[in-house]
């Protein structure tokens, strides 16, 4: 196991080091921030990968994600799309169930209320979408109305009118949910079926590319859902 | 995937694109798929267990294809490739961009 830790320790100390040496942070600072995470969480993973079962669970501690903790904080102050990191790993902010569910709260509060967040709304609203058991459900809904109220990309629109669907039609109260079903059939209907304008997509290469869907406006393009299971 | 990737060569230098987005393989798997059907063009890579592409086009078999005109129109949705509505949509784009 020592020579694991050490491996792991060499790897993301001298980062992390360097990082505290080089001062503080802007909002702009996030992708760079990210890509020194994912190295770190990648170092991680083979680590935890390559360690005999008997010595996974003490190695587990190694996780990068609470030692960048503080760092996206500080950053999720102006970055919408730092702030989103801290809901997507919040298991790992130290905080137990209703300080988590306040912190998301006000963290979602934060993103939404962001003036230039149109980059990320879309990713925003899933998260959001996924995690209305932590939340509330109303809170999901009324960030979901407000968002459908006022003025966002289309690509937004769309996915918001999904959620919103899907949580409305699990509603127990009947006019709920045949609300949320009429949402649903919409969105299918407007978004992704034939006839339709395509739904725009944000899609990234294993290498870690991103593009659009809509970056291929003006030519025919086949759409290939597919797998090689 | 052998028909797509005859469709490259067939439609090569007139207005047409693939897009791929694959669903739930992992990152060896799918590096090895890449390998062996000789992938070329453009695909998403979602990871191997959510899909989030995939969820929001509802995508409930596979392959499920799609054409998409260029207007950015979905004329298209199934399970099999229909040629002459792709040849249709090529044209299509070809006689727009020389209006």
């Not at chain 1, 919408?80 to 905080?95: C, D």
Request: charge should be neutral.
């Amino acid at each position: 196991m020592n020579k694991v830790l050490l491996t792991l320790s060499l790897v993301v100390f001298p980062i992390l080091l360097a990082s505290t040496l080089l001062g503080r942070e802007t909002a702009g600072d996030y992708k760079a921030l990210n890509a020194e995470y994912q190295t770190a969480l990648a170092q991680y993973a083979k680590a935890y990968k390559a360690a005999p079962a008997k010595e996974k669970r003490a190695l587990r501690a190694q996780h990068p994600g609470p030692a960048f903790w503080p760092r996206f904080e500080e950053l999720g102050r102006e970055s919408g799309r730092a702030t989103l990191w801290l809901i997507a790993n919040s298991k790992h902010s130290g905080l137990k169930a209703d300080g988590l569910a306040d912190f998301k709260r006000g963290a979602y509060d934060r993103v939404f209320g962001m003036k230039n967040n149109a980059a990320y709304l879309v990713a925003a609203v899933s998260a959001l979408g996924a995690d209305a058991r932590s939340v509330g459900t109303e809170f999901v809904e009324s960030h979901l109305r407000g968002l459908l109220k006022g003025d966002c990309s289309r690509q937004a629109k769309g996915v918001t009118t999904a959620k919103l669907g899907e949580l409305l039609s699990s509603s127990k109260d009947e006019e709920r949910a045949a609300e949320g079903k009429k949402m649903l059939e919409k969105y299918v209907a407007e978004y992704i079926s034939k006839g339709a304008m395509a739904i725009d997509f944000d899609g990234t290469t294993i290498d870690g590319h991103e593009f659009k869907l809509s970056d291929y406006k003006g030519k025919a393009v086949l759409v290939d859902f597919y797998g090689f299971w | 995937m052998p028909h797509l990737r005859e469709l490259v060569e067939l439609y090569d230098g007139r207005p047409f694109a693939i897009v791929g987005v694959n669903s739930f393989d992992g990152e060896e798997d799918y590096r090895k798929g890449v390998e062996k059907y000789g992938l070329t063009w453009i695909s998403a890579y979602q990871g191997s267990s959510s899909a989030p592409i995939s969820e929001m086009y509802q995508v409930q078999g596979y392959p499920t294809l799609l054409m998409i005109d260029h207007t950015g129109k979905i004329r298209f949705r199934g399970h099999n490739l229909e040629d002459d509505t792709l040849e249709g949509l090529v044209h299509e784009a070809e006689e727009a961009s020389q209006r």
